[in-house]
Nanobody, 121 residues
């Protein structure tokens, strides 16, 4: 199984951007897929996650109310990012959880290649 992230780019503060992540195989309904980000010189941090079957969602406090994670179809999820801030600048990764803590990167066993989001002030 592979994950392919896309949609990054350069935007201005306040703009919106939508990231997509395509899975080469349909995730199990019990799967949790998530988005993480890593800014230069910082650790990878949790952004959002979704339970594939129930569509329950989880967000980091820093993005709650601005970002929306969605299951777009059987093999694809997205991250709609609104009201972007310069501090949202990072490489964004989609990943599959291996049934551990949803907010811990170490509990994800499959990662996409990352897509760069740059927000200028």
């Amino acid at each position: 199984v592979q994950l392919q992230a896309s949609g990054g780019g350069l935007v201005q503060a306040g703009d919106s951007l939508k990231l997509s992540c395509a899975a080469s195989e349909r995730p199990f309904s019990s799967s949790v897929l998530g988005w993480f980000r890593q800014a230069p010189g910082k650790e990878r941090e949790f952004v959002a996650a979704i339970r594939w079957g129930s569509r329950n969602t989880y967000y980091a406090d820093s993005v709650k109310g601005r970002f929306t994670i969605s299951k777009d179809n059987a093999n694809e999820l997205s991250l709609q990012m609104n009201s972007l801030k310069p501090e949202d600048t990072a490489v964004y990764y989609c990943a599959r959880n291996r049934r551990g803590s949803i907010r811990q990167a170490l509990e994800y066993d499959l990662w996409g290649q990352g897509t760069l989001v740059t927000v200028s002030s």
